[in-house]
């Protein structure tokens, strides 16, 4: 059986000066792209199905009349929503509706002129778009950044493929934070860091799942909670068994039209957590960033623009 990856990259070359429409973008095509995730339950299979198969009517159902009409409960389509990446079922007619009116402009919503990179570059978009959304209600965001930046020492973790946004995230909280320590190794050398990070009285942990979903993050994640530890979670679906195990989940989309993912909504994701950070103690902030500043004008290491 051939992994994600496999198939994108058999379908998803880069092509330099192709232009025009694909063969096939069709609004079902679209739906069948937007809900091709893995780990969808049959509940959640259905409501896809129906959607695909009921495109032009399902774009003006509310929340109610779709659930009614697939069987499913109104809480199943708002999980639903959120595993195919739209921050609630509003957010998801919102692009049913784009869809549907793109078909009958004669082409789909979005631009389709270009080539599989400005394909990518849409897709990401869209994960911004629905991002932002998602911050429309900043209250979470600014709670957990405060819960962040009074846990001293901060455990940030990032496996396999995770482990740039879990560096990049580091690097910068350190900045602003005088204890943060970076697990970028599973197995016992994860587990031991946890543990220690939990003696020296820790008492959260930021973790990255991105796709593919590594197991040893679900174990490490565990091992966490089993410690004591309380676990805030960046991935790219709300739903599955490591977002069962967080205390708290932030899920946006991933860039996933090239052979290997991009991460533009998590990179943001990742800033508007840093900057609660520093919103929760600016004072602490303030001196931190002054003294680093001392540090690198003396030391010279950055070139003056």
């Known amino acids: 059986m051939r992994s994600p990856q496999q198939a994108r990259a058999q379908a998803s070359a880069i092509t330099s000066g192709k232009t025009g429409r694909g063969p096939d973008v069709s609004p079902t095509a679209q ?14 299979r259905r409501i896809a199905q129906y959607l695909i ?16 009409r697939v069987g499913v409960s109104q809480p199943s389509v708002t999980r639903f929503a959120s595993a195919v990446g739209f ?60 819960r962040l930046a009074v846990s001293t020492p901060l455990t940030v973790l990032g496996l396999r493929i995770s482990v740039s946004l879990a560096e990049y995230f580091a690097y910068a909280a350190r900045r602003v934070h ?33 796709p593919r979903h590594a197991q040893e993050t679900l174990t490490a994640v565990r091992v966490a909670r089993g410690a004591g530890l309380k676990v805030a979670l960046i991935t790219d679906l ?4 490591i977002a069962d195990e967080a205390d708290v989940t932030f899920a946006t989309g991933t860039g996933s039209r090239l052979v290997f993912d991009s991460y533009a909504a998590p990179g943001v994701m990742c800033a508007a957590l840093l900057q609660a950070m520093t919103d929760a103690d600016p004072e602490r902030t303030q001196a931190r960033l002054d003294e680093y500043e001392h540090v690198a004008d003396a030391q010279r290491f950055f070139l003056r623009d």
């Not at 739906?31 to 959640?44: A, H, K, N, V, Y």
């Not at 198969?53 to 009614?68: N, P, W």
């Not at 709300?238 to 068994?241: E, I, Q, S």
């Open 178 to 210: 005088p204890d943060v320590r970076l697990v970028t190794r599973g197995g016992s050398v994860a587990y031991d860091a946890l543990l220690q990070s939990r003696e020296a009285g820790g008492t959260w942990v930021l973790a990255f799942s991105m």
């Open 87 to 146: 921050s609630g079922y509003p957010a998801l007619r919102e692009k049913l509706q784009a869809i549907t009116l793109g078909a009958r402009a004669g082409g789909p919503a979005q631009e389709t002129g270009g080539n599989e990179l400005q394909a990518a570059v849409d897709a990401e978009i869209e994960n911004l778009e629905n991002l932002r959304r998602d911050f429309a209600d900043a209250d979470r965001f600014i709670e957990t950044g405060r």
């Open 238 to 241: 709300a739903l599955g068994p």
């Open 31 to 44: 739906l069948r792209t937007l809900f091709d995730r893995p780990r969808l339950s049959p509940g959640q």
């Open 53 to 68: 198969e009921h495109i032009t009517e399902a774009a003006v159902l509310s929340i109610t009349d779709l659930a009614d």
